[in-house]
């Protein structure tokens, strides 16, 4: 199955298209039942529709809603999965109830984990008859009992300040806590562990080890003696595994605006959140799905984790602002990934390599394409009922390539061409952009004077396409800022479907698009430049998601000029 991938659309509808038992992790942050305007992120019509389309008829509307998508990402996830559901005190109760121990089974809940995302809960501010809420919780079932499970990820290794805390005596070896040696009353008698060691000799309750084992104790440095001469453990900082990570969870702190991570649209979750649950409860390579994806956090953290990943989300924006991030933190390194919206981009299609076009539109228009570059006769592929394809990457297809494929075919494959020809069938196909009026008319010819069919078919009524949105970039100078030039940029796009937002990159360097503004969605900045030449980059993006980018180049020298 292809990964590495970002698709839009209502989650439902696209994991049917999932092939069964391929993910290793799902998390879902879906949409809480809480009320319009906290659920309305974005704002575009996909996820208007969606927030109706489950808002309509209550909580009983919500859970079934919700329950036959988690039914979907049952049936994707291995037997080695887990599903990590992240919800609120609205309908946490339900969701564990009626969705996940009727889906899961109660014998696969593994654990509730209780986030603590804020220490300044909004209720608290009013004088409400409550009590402010502090947390989310994060339902966490696997699909087996035999589920991945990280041991090693659930301590958090000390950290300075706790290091020196916990371990303050010194010695010539290293640091060290002082540890009991000895049995306690509450430990039970052993009359076979009360021996004498150094002139020391416990009461009934004995050593904690045998002999032999305390000697290798003393040996390694790690046996000390009190001033009134009682045994201890010396415990070491490098044996320490690290703290225990409990299922209560509040070291991980709510994103603010500021933060380098922010991008600027409410709950966006912290990445150090979705690391914990990845490294916790998947490997290196795995396949990790989040298919309410928002901003994109457990994409982005997959990423870095070097595991694979599938996005879903039906807002046009939260797949651009995911594809946004993504270059952003991507590298040299980076596996590549693709993004598949509602239409396809015109240009994109037509300027693309010839050949990776011909096998993809043929692949679409459900034929299967030739293995090799150069197809014989100019075929490029054959049809479900083996008729030969040709694709033409141009528009306004004249007559000539009608009359050429029409004797290619008769060569390709002379009995199928006699076979369709006797039943009336197209003996071929051509795929294009656009026909010219010479082409149409040939084909009507062929079909009158030889009685022969050649279905013409435009890409457009096999794959939708759009033309991308026009962009357009002002500039003002506002004059100096102590050394800085402050210039005003006011972004104007054009498109049939309509502009949703733009991104902003100020040091553009000409090959990855790394926004600093990822959510503009009125399409004016004001940015403060050294002197000298700088590439500031513009994208708009429309509401199919479709983009165009502006470079504008810039001198700045004691007057601005665009180059
Ligand atoms: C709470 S946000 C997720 C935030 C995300 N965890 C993050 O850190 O950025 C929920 C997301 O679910 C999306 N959504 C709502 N209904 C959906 C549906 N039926 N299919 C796919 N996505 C949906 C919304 O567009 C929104 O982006």
């Known amino acids: 199955m292809e990964v590495n991938k970002l698709?839009?659309?209502?989650?439902?509808?696209?994991?049917?298209?999932?092939?069964?038992?391929?993910?290793?992790?799902?998390?879902i942050d879906p949409p809480f039942f809480s009320n319009r305007t906290y659920e309305v992120i974005w704002g575009d019509k996909g996820e208007i529709r969606s927030f109706e389309d489950r808002f309509s008829g209550g909580i009983d509307h919500y859970i079934s809603w919700l329950k036959e998508r988690v039914q979907e990402l049952y049936r994707v996830l291995k037997p080695t999965g887990s599903i990590f559901v992240h919800c609120d005190w609205h309908a946490n109760a339900y969701i564990r109830v009626y969705i996940l121990d009727?889906?899961?089974?109660?014998?696969?809940?593994?654990?509730?984990?209780?986030?603590?995302?804020?220490?300044?809960?909004?209720?608290?501010?009013?004088?409400k008859k409550n009590l402010g809420v502090a947390t989310d919780t994060i339902w966490w079932y696997a699909k087996s009992q035999n589920y991945t499970f990280q041991e090693k990820f659930i301590r958090l290794t000390l950290q300075n300040g706790e290091l020196s805390a916990k371990y303050p005596y010194f010695d010539e070896k290293n640091r060290y806590a002082q540890g009991p040696v000895i049995r306690g009353a509450s430990m039970g008698e052993r009359p076979n562990l009360v021996y004498e060691y150094k002139g020391y000799t416990p009461e009934k309750w004995?050593?904690?080890?045998?002999?032999?084992?305390?000697?290798?104790?003393?040996?390694?440095?790690?046996?000390?003696?009190?001033?009134?001469?009682?045994?201890?453990?010396?415990?070491?900082?490098?044996?320490?595994?690290?703290?225990?990570?409990?299922?209560?969870?509040?070291?991980?702190?709510?994103?603010?605006?500021?933060?380098?991570?922010a991008i600027g649209y409410p709950t966006q979750k912290p990445e150090k959140l979705l690391e914990r649950i990845i490294l916790m409860a998947s490997n290196e390579g795995d396949t990790i799905l989040d298919?309410?994806?928002?901003?994109?956090?457990?994409?982005?953290?997959?990423?870095?984790?070097?595991?694979?990943?599938?996005?879903?989300?039906?807002?046009?924006?939260?797949?651009?602002?995911?594809?946004?991030?993504?270059?952003?933190?991507?590298?040299?390194?980076?596996?590549?990934?693709?993004?598949?919206?509602?239409?396809?981009?015109?240009?994109?299609?037509?300027y693309q390599d010839a050949f990776e076009f011909e096998s993809w539109i043929v692949g679409q228009f459900g034929g299967v394409a030739n293995a090799k570059q150069r197809g014989d006769l100019?075929?490029?592929?054959?049809?479900?009922?083996?008729?030969?394809?040709?694709?033409?990457?141009?528009?306004?297809?004249?007559?000539?390539?009608?009359?050429?494929?029409?004797?290619?075919?008769?060569?390709?494959?002379?009995?199928?061409?006699?076979?369709?020809?006797?039943?009336?069938?197209?003996?071929?196909?051509?795929?294009?952009?656009?026909?010219?009026?010479?082409?149409?008319?040939?084909?009507?010819?062929?079909?009158?004077?030889?009685?022969?069919?050649?279905?013409?078919?435009?890409?457009?009524?096999?794959?939708?396409?759009?033309?991308?949105?026009?962009?357009?970039?002002?500039?003002?100078?506002?004059?100096?800022?102590?050394?800085?030039?402050?210039?005003?940029?006011?972004?104007?796009?054009?498109?049939?479907?309509?502009?949703?937002?733009?991104?902003?990159?100020?040091?553009?360097?000409?090959?990855t698009?790394?926004?600093?503004?990822?959510?503009?969605?009125?399409?004016?900045?004001?940015?403060?430049?050294?002197?000298?030449?700088h590439k500031i980059a513009v994208k708009v993006v429309d509401n199919e998601g479709l983009e165009s980018l502006e470079v504008i180049k810039l001198k700045v020298n004691g007057v601005v000029t665009t180059l």
């Open 7 to 27: 698709i839009l659309g209502d989650c439902f509808e696209v994991l049917k298209t999932l092939e069964s038992e391929t993910i290793d992790l799902i998390y």
């Open 102 to 127: 009727k889906i899961f089974g109660t014998s696969n809940f593994v654990n509730e984990i209780i986030w603590q995302r804020t220490n300044n809960p909004k209720g608290s501010q009013f004088e």
């Open 378 to 511: 100019g075929i490029d592929g054959r049809s479900k009922d083996n008729q030969p394809i040709q694709v033409k990457r141009s528009d306004n297809i004249g007559r000539n390539v009608v009359d050429n494929f029409y004797s290619a075919c008769q060569r390709f494959d002379k009995n199928v061409f006699d076979k369709n020809k006797k039943e009336e069938k197209y003996v071929g196909v051509i795929i294009a952009f656009s026909f010219g009026k010479g082409a149409i008319q040939e084909v009507a010819r062929l079909k009158n004077d030889e009685n022969v069919l050649i279905q013409l078919v435009n890409v457009e009524d096999i794959v939708p396409i759009a033309k991308k949105p026009a962009l357009q970039i002002n500039i003002k100078d506002l004059g100096s800022v102590k050394n800085l030039r402050e210039i005003e940029f006011t972004a104007v796009g054009n498109s049939a479907s309509g502009i949703q937002f733009y991104a902003w990159d100020f040091n553009y360097n000409d090959t």
């Open 206 to 261: 004995g050593w904690r080890m045998t002999k032999d084992k305390l000697e290798e104790l003393d040996k390694a440095g790690d046996l000390g003696w009190s001033k009134n001469k009682k045994p201890f453990r010396k415990l070491r900082p490098e044996n320490d595994k690290g703290n225990p990570i409990y299922n209560f969870w509040s070291d991980i702190k709510r994103l603010y605006g500021g933060s380098a991570e």
């Open 513 to 533: 698009f790394v926004p600093e503004f990822f959510l503009d969605k009125i399409g004016k900045q004001t940015y403060k430049f050294k002197a000298g030449e």
């Open 291 to 350: 298919c309410f994806m928002g901003g994109g956090t457990t994409i982005a953290v997959a990423d870095k984790l070097n595991r694979n990943w599938i996005g879903i989300d039906q807002s046009v924006q939260a797949v651009k602002v995911t594809e946004f991030r993504l270059n952003v933190q991507q590298n040299l390194f980076s596996k590549p990934f693709t993004v598949q919206l509602h239409k396809y981009d015109y240009d994109t299609l037509r």
